[in-house]
């Protein structure tokens, strides 16, 4: 069995005791079964990785002894997310696997034909931490707080906006982006399940930083959209 992964949101360093909350010492004690003198591994998006002894248990706290750093922090590649929330099961499916891929924010917009107007934001944030420990990630995506997606267009300035649109006409994503370095900061769009509307097309096209793509001849839903434009936006400009 791999080793435990827990993403703490404290700052980690050589020697610290670092008590443990309630949920965790649950997970670790309860759940895994660890005890004293057990190893796991601990990050927080800043400080990389570290290895973490069990000094103290008890029913509803223990405290980690950080021994020392096991992998030092990288960046996550500078891909943003837009998407329009879903329903729920999907939007889960579509925030767990960005986080499993590999991109820095998650920036959900509403869209005149959203299907869904709430949106659990400390849940999801939860859902992207127990992907980034399951996944040996060193830091866990921002999860924006859902903005109008008229509004974020009214705002754009020069950013790359990858825009997946099924209508036939646009060029297939990698040819799209092949004469881009990688590297390169990219804002990938995925519209709802009914699409954009024409307005809301018009104005995503007349942006310069647009860059109108095609995910093949299938109409894909909106969760598989996600994870196909962000597999290969990944391999061209990211950490692939
Ligand atoms: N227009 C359709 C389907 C929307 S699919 C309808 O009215 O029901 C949901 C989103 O997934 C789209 O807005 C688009 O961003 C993305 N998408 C789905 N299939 C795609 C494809 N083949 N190429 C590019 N984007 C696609």
């Known amino acids: 069995m791999s080793t435990v992964r827990l993403f703490l949101d404290i700052p980690l360093a050589a020697d610290r005791a670092v008590p443990l909350e309630r949920d965790h010492a649950h997970y670790l004690f309860n759940v895994m079964r660890l005890g004293q003198g057990d190893e796991i591994l601990v990050f927080n998006g800043q400080d990389g990785e570290w290895a973490a002894v069990v000094a103290e248990t008890a029913k509803k706290r ?3 002894a950080l021994s020392k750093q096991t ?3 990288t ?3 500078d ?3 837009l998407f329009a929330p879903i329903k729920k099961a999907r939007t889960d499916f579509i925030v767990e696997k960005a986080c499993e891929l590999g991109c820095r924010r998650l920036r959900p917009v509403f869209t005149q034909h959203t299907n869904s107007e709430r949106l659990n ?5 939860a859902h992207m931490i127990e992907a980034a420990e399951q996944c040996d990630g060193l ?3 921002v999860l924006e707080e859902p903005l109008k997606l008229r509004d974020v267009l009214a705002g754009w300035k020069d950013r790359m906006l990858i825009f997946c ?6 060029p297939e994503i990698s040819a799209a982006l092949a004469s881009f370095p990688r590297g390169k900061a990219a804002s990938i769009l995925i519209g709802p399940e009914g699409g954009f509307s ?7 096209g007349s942006l310069d930083a647009a860059v109108p793509v095609s995910l093949g001849p299938r109409v894909l839903r909106a969760d598989t959209a996600a994870v196909a434009a962000l597999a290969v936006v990944q391999s061209r400009l990211g950490d692939w």
């Open 165 to 170: 649109n099924e209508a036939r006409s646009a």
């Open 79 to 81: 891909i943003e997310l």
């Open 71 to 73: 992998r030092a922090q």
């Open 62 to 64: 223990g405290v980690l």
């Open 139 to 141: 830091s866990v995506p």
């Open 75 to 77: 960046e996550l590649p």
């Open 121 to 125: 934001l400390p849940r999801l944030r």
């Open 198 to 204: 024409p307005t809301e097309m018009e104005a995503i």
